[in-house]
């Protein structure tokens, strides 16, 4: 199994954006260094303070001078806000500082109204998926230059290096997504911390839908990856502990609070006591929202569920209040799935 990561940049406790971005930049060269496939960055608005990951095309280009060979990616840009000619320009951009190691994630999302209002998005749009399926195709078709020779686009090329173009992903948390994916024959990752319930649903409308592509930037057979809410410790119920501030932060969010992450104390009080620990197997069709445990029992978890929605490689999203419980996590769960450290 390959392990990857995506990073939100949370503000540490009493820290600014700086702090955030220099903590993703760390995270980034340990999961270099560790072994790890790729490292994403995210794009949130409208989260106060508690979230830097606001504009993934600024961060990675920092990142892309940090690293050497890890692969970099958006998770994701968020399309319904942009038009594809400029993200495509973006991605490119970040191909030429990274050459051969870019992905581009491409999702969708709203904010808060006023957040969706600043950044010109229109919210009620008449047919959202086939929106959202034409602005993929159309970043693609920059970044590969694919448009026919009487498109009003063919004579826009991007400039990026000249090694292997950005890798389009299509990133969601529902079917819909996945369906727009394999009608497509593009990668799809599905973000199962978000909707846990339709990770399987998902990745059979993927598979049913999967139409192979002989266009540049397709595939010939589905290929995915799940992203998950795991936290490693070196004993299963001390990961329990450090899962509370995820279990928390989400009951949190279902009330409307957001812009807060609670200490683990804190989150253990709101919880009413610490969580149970992961169990090492689950029952047929569970899916948790956030899972934890020993490098060993992480590792048997995350084979489960990869294995129940056919994929070999699995994303790792994490909630902490401590960085350091976030980069001993990324060092533990390398270990208990035996990644291979870059020299």
């Avoid at 870019?102 to 969706?116: C, E, K, M, T, V």
């Avoid at 209040?321 to 291979?340: F, K, M, N, P, Y």
Wanted: hydrophobic residues 40%; glycine residues 10%.
């Amino acid at each position: 199994m390959d392990l990857s990561l995506v990073d939100l940049s949370p503000v540490p406790e009493g820290g600014t954006a700086t702090d955030a971005y220099a903590n993703t930049v760390t995270a980034a060269k340990q999961a270099e260094e560790l072994g790890y496939s790729r490292v994403w960055v995210a794009e949130h608005h409208a989260m106060g303070d508690t979230l830097a990951g606001t504009t993934p095309e600024v961060l990675l280009g920092h990142l892309a001078a940090e690293t050497d060979s890890i692969r970099l990616g958006s998770g994701a840009v968020l399309l319904n806000h942009y038009s594809p000619y400029k993200v495509a320009e973006v991605f490119g951009a970040l191909d030429g500082l990274a050459p051969g190691r870019i992905d581009a994630g491409l999702g969708r999302a709203n904010g808060s109204p006023a957040a969706d209002r600043a950044l010109g998005t229109e919210r009620r749009v008449e047919n959202p998926d086939a929106e959202h399926r034409e602005k993929i195709e159309s970043v693609v078709a920059h970044l590969y230059d694919a448009f026919p020779d009487d498109h009003a686009y063919s004579d826009l090329k991007i400039p990026r290096s000249g090694e292997e173009p950005p890798v389009p992903w299509v990133l969601g948390s529902s079917p819909s997504s996945a369906k727009v994916a394999g009608q497509l024959g593009l990668r799809y990752c599905f973000a199962a911390f978000i909707r846990p319930g339709f990770a399987t649903q998902a990745f059979e409308t993927y598979r049913e839908h999967f139409e192979p592509a002989d266009s540049d930037g397709g595939l010939d057979e589905p290929t995915g990856m799940v992203a998950v809410n795991a936290i490693a410790a070196e004993t299963d119920a001390q990961a329990a502990r450090k899962r509370a501030v995820a279990e928390a932060s989400f009951q949190r969010m279902a009330r409307g609070v957001v812009g807060s992450t609670p200490s683990i104390e804190e989150a253990i009080d709101e919880l009413g006591g610490v969580p149970d620990p992961t169990p090492a197997t689950l029952d047929p069709g569970e899916w948790p929202r956030a899972i934890s445990g020993s490098p060993e029992t992480l590792s048997g978890l995350l084979e489960q569920l990869s294995d129940r929605v056919g994929v070999e490689e699995v994303m790792i999203q994490q909630v902490v209040a401590d960085h350091d419980d976030a980069l001993r996590s990324h060092e533990l769960l390398a270990t208990g799935v035996d990644l291979s450290p870059r020299p």
